[in-house]
């Protein structure tokens, strides 16, 4: 089954369910919550809310998803931020475990003045570290590692599919980082044969701008782009697809009618 959404849960928390069952009605079937500046949703204040978002989700059959704060570096030289970006995901998994959310997105790091072998063993030994606080806490929520735009950041889809391989954390393909990354220089269908033996996938996609060193912006998402992902995608798979365009809905609902279309 293949699962199209925006990244974005309405203009506020009061109204999150309500959206839920707008975006039921266009064909959305995912949708992501941006945490990406700060948890904005707080289980004692919240808790209405997070048991009404958690009923029109299931109601509707939206699966959830959280993306993680954007300031998370688990290769820090300082191992304060460190913890502070292992407290901020697992504060994600606290809240997403409590909404019924699937998996939690983030972005892993900056190699920095790190050699990239040591900048991954040290995500990995994070990764492994909040992997055990999730399982001691008997949570169902997963941890997903982003593929990310930027040269200079940790994130190729080689380097996530080893840390996936070694820690047992889950992905995310985000596709137009991906395309960014290599400067447009990628096979959507050589990505997805790297994850071919895995039952589920979470992607990202949308248009994006990019130079020399990668990702600049993200941009409204060309309709050839759309077929051409979707023209690629595996027929055996659970798919979810989650839109992060500046119009995140529209673009969304525009996958939905292409997919129709293929």
């Given at each position: 089954m293949i699962r199209f959404g925006p990244a974005g849960l309405g203009a506020k928390v009061q109204e999150a369910a309500a959206s839920m069952q707008r975006y039921s009605e266009q064909g959305i079937r995912a949708c992501e919550i941006p945490f990406t500046y700060g948890v904005f949703i707080d289980e004692v204040r919240h808790k209405k809310e997070i048991v009404e978002i958690r009923d029109a989700c299931k109601k509707f059959d939206i699966k959830l998803s959280i993306h993680a704060p954007y300031w998370l570096n688990?290769?820090?030289?300082?191992?304060?931020?460190?913890e502070e970006s292992k407290q901020r995901v697992l504060k994600c998994c606290k809240i997403g475990e409590l909404l019924g959310a699937r998996v939690v997105v983030f972005h892993a790091g900056f190699y920095g003045k790190i050699d990239r072998e040591n900048s991954y063993l040290n995500i990995k030994r994070a990764v492994l570290d909040m992997l055990e606080t999730i399982k001691k806490n008997g949570w169902k929520i997963k941890i997903a590692a982003e593929?990310?735009?930027?040269?200079?950041?940790?994130?190729?889809a080689d380097e996530i599919l080893r840390l996936v391989k070694e820690t047992g954390c889950s992905f995310c393909l985000d596709f137009a980082h991906l395309w960014a990354r290599e400067r447009g220089k990628i096979s959507y269908e050589d990505i997805y044969k790297?994850?071919?033996?895995f039952p589920e996938i979470h992607a990202h996609f949308s248009g994006i701008e990019f130079g020399e060193k990668g990702e600049r912006h993200h941009k409204p998402t060309p309709e050839q782009e759309i077929k051409k992902l979707l023209e690629s995608l595996p027929k055996n798979k659970d798919i979810t697809i989650i839109n992060e365009a500046p119009e995140p809905i529209k673009d969304a609902v525009k996958m939905i009618d292409v997919w129709k279309k293929i």
């Amino acid at each position: 089954m293949i699962r199209f959404g925006p990244a974005g849960l309405g203009a506020k928390v009061q109204e999150a369910a309500a959206s839920m069952q707008r975006y039921s009605e266009q064909g959305i079937r995912a949708c992501e919550i941006p945490f990406t500046y700060g948890v904005f949703i707080d289980e004692v204040r919240h808790k209405k809310e997070i048991v009404e978002i958690r009923d029109a989700c299931k109601k509707f059959d939206i699966k959830l998803s959280i993306h993680a704060p954007y300031w998370l570096n688990f290769n820090s030289m300082e191992k304060k931020k460190i913890e502070e970006s292992k407290q901020r995901v697992l504060k994600c998994c606290k809240i997403g475990e409590l909404l019924g959310a699937r998996v939690v997105v983030f972005h892993a790091g900056f190699y920095g003045k790190i050699d990239r072998e040591n900048s991954y063993l040290n995500i990995k030994r994070a990764v492994l570290d909040m992997l055990e606080t999730i399982k001691k806490n008997g949570w169902k929520i997963k941890i997903a590692a982003e593929t990310m735009g930027k040269i200079n950041v940790f994130g190729s889809a080689d380097e996530i599919l080893r840390l996936v391989k070694e820690t047992g954390c889950s992905f995310c393909l985000d596709f137009a980082h991906l395309w960014a990354r290599e400067r447009g220089k990628i096979s959507y269908e050589d990505i997805y044969k790297k994850f071919s033996h895995f039952p589920e996938i979470h992607a990202h996609f949308s248009g994006i701008e990019f130079g020399e060193k990668g990702e600049r912006h993200h941009k409204p998402t060309p309709e050839q782009e759309i077929k051409k992902l979707l023209e690629s995608l595996p027929k055996n798979k659970d798919i979810t697809i989650i839109n992060e365009a500046p119009e995140p809905i529209k673009d969304a609902v525009k996958m939905i009618d292409v997919w129709k279309k293929i």
